[in-house]
């Protein structure tokens, strides 16, 4: 490995650097994901919604 001379390592060192860009296929891939959460979330709520009533209603009428 070559060496860096003190003067090329400082330079280096004070050059700023600015924020990475976010490829389009990032925020695709977290998109599709967000909406994969969001709508297993709604799914799992419905069913318990409609799952709830039913069974206690179920379990009324049965006595």
Known sequence: MAKIKPK???AQSKV?????????T???????????VVSSVYAAYKYWVGKGPAVTAAGVEGN
């Open 26 to 36: 990032t925020i695709f891939t977290y998109l599709v994901l967000g909406v994969v």
């Open 16 to 24: 700023k650097k600015g924020p990475s860009q976010i490829s389009v």
């Open 8 to 10: 090329a390592l400082l």
